[in-house]
């Protein structure tokens, strides 16, 4: 396939010409399936089973929380083939020209975030790996070597970076699967993967909902970045299929396996769950091993991408790959440095930052697929300055981490007196959705009044 992508912020700013709408359909399905083929998403299941729930309620709401997760994904997915732009720099029809820079700011503040917090259990893996075979190798050096294989992926641009998703994908498949089978069959002892419990309650329910649903609302961010080659042919209903396929399957048997093994693993972190595995295993560690140290690669050369394309969508000038440079090495400095710290440095934090994905994707969704009659014309216009919406979004967001929020670091005063229950995902997107809803309502009511003709720009 010939190069698809060029190297400036043009290339994020400008929609994908019709003439080079030509990527592949089924690479729709990979991309958004193996970046979830990793440790954390295993890490959600043992979560749910230490916050008490057993059985079929924890099939349920593993269930539900990927469905709730997923979709929105595929419907931010359907927008790449239509405006052929990456997902943060679509959201400026919703937000305006300089309403879109906070939000990308931000998704690119977490994904250098995130990107060291997947590495660190891919480090670890790795180091256990070598040791398999009498070698040593030190942390920092495990962290550059993952660091610079994600680098090389992620500045390649947009075709290296699918390519691997799809090749990697069935490797990754089939050696988490491997590991997952040899989890649930081969333990040391009789104890059952789930243990009978009593029936949990609605706060925990709520917890382990809200846990798992964030976990795949979280890539509504770069959704259509892996969409908007494909052709505008392409029917929606096979791009909304496609990504949600690959989200949901990917998420759900991870979590699964976490479900079934929950009750055998320490704590619900991914070193725990790496030392499980390796101990299972016995001879055959090394599967596991690679397969997790492999598993940073697919994730974070996608999340380098994005995190390049939203940095451009802030306002930054910097050329794409020199920006997935800057993100890999923030990144990598930040990992060495959280060294032994993984969980309390960056994921609490990570966790509360994550409450503006909600509101942000219940406006842009709203904005896409609500808008009244009058304005539906006016779908890919990008209104100057800061837009309605924009402050729609700080409003909301700030009002969600205030009264809703539920984490390590701040637990709101709702969350409290549902004891320790985090609605703030689903608050923040309901909000942002009725706050836009009748914004386009209002607007729509202004043309019809001032009798403005309403026309694509």
Not at 91 to 101: L, N
Not at 249 to 266: D, N, P, R, Y
Not at 289 to 303: E, V, Y
Not at 443 to 450: D, F, I, P
Request: proline share 6%.
């Amino acid at each position: 396939m010939a190069k698809i992508e060029g190297a400036g912020p043009e290339t994020v700013e400008r929609p994908v010409p019709p003439e080079l709408q030509t990527m592949s359909a089924d690479r729709i399905f990979w991309s958004h399936f193996s970046p979830n083929l990793a440790p954390a998403a295993w890490v959600i299941g043992v979560l749910v089973v230490s916050l008490g729930l057993g059985g079929w309620s924890a099939f349920v709401v593993l269930l539900i929380g990927n469905v709730l997760g997923a979709l929105p994904v595929a419907a931010c997915a359907v927008m790449g083939p239509d405006t052929g732009l990456p997902q943060m720099e679509a959201s400026r029809f919703s937000f305006g020209s300089r309403g879109k820079r906070l939000p990308a700011l931000i998704n690119w503040v977490n994904c250098i975030g995130w990107d060291a917090v997947n590495n660190v259990p891919s480090a670890i893996a790795l180091i256990l790996l070598v040791q398999t075979w009498g070698m040593t190798l030190p942390f920092w050096l495990a962290m550059a070597i993952l660091a610079l294989a994600q680098l090389l992926a992620s500045a390649a641009g947009h075709d290296t970076v699918q390519t691997i998703e799809k090749y990697l994908g069935w490797i990754l498949l089939a050696a988490f699967a491997f590991s997952g089978w040899m989890a649930v069959t081969h333990r040391p002892d009789g104890t059952p993967m789930v243990a009978a419990r009593p029936a949990p309650d609605g706060a925990h329910i709520l917890l382990a909902l809200g846990a798992v649903s964030s976990f795949t609302l979280a890539w509504t961010a770069y959704a259509s970045d892996y969409t908007r080659y494909v052709s505008r042919r392409t029917g929606r209903g096979k791009v909304f299929a496609l990504t949600f396929g690959g989200i949901f399957s990917s998420a759900m048997l991870m979590e699964l396996f976490g479900l079934l093994t929950g009750a055998m693993i320490a704590s619900p972190s991914p070193e725990s769950v790496i030392l499980a595995l390796q101990s299972w295993m016995g001879p055959l560690a090394p599967v596991a091993l690679a397969a997790i140290a492999l598993s940073s690669i697919a994730i974070n050369a996608a999340n380098d991408n994005t995190a390049a394309y939203a940095l451009i969508s802030a306002g930054s000038r910097l050329p794409r790959p020199l920006s997935a440079v800057l993100t890999a090495g923030l990144a990598y400095v930040l990992a060495v440095m959280g060294e032994g710290r993984f969980t309390t440095l960056y994921e609490n934090a990570l966790l509360m930052a994550l409450y503006w994905i909600a509101p942000w994707c219940g406006i842009v969704l709203t904005d896409w697929y609500a808008r009244p009659p009058a304005l539906k014309a006016r779908r890919m216009v990008t209104p100057q300055g800061w837009s309605p919406s924009a402050i729609l979004f700080v409003a909301v967001t700030v009002a969600t981490i205030i009264l809703f929020s539920s984490t390590p670091l701040y637990i709101s005063p709702v969350a409290r007196l549902l004891q320790g229950a985090d609605i703030g995902y689903f608050v923040g997107f309901a909000m942002a959705a009725t706050g836009q809803y009748l914004l386009l309502r209002q607007q729509a009511r202004k043309y019809r009044l001032t009798g403005i003709k309403v026309t694509q720009a």
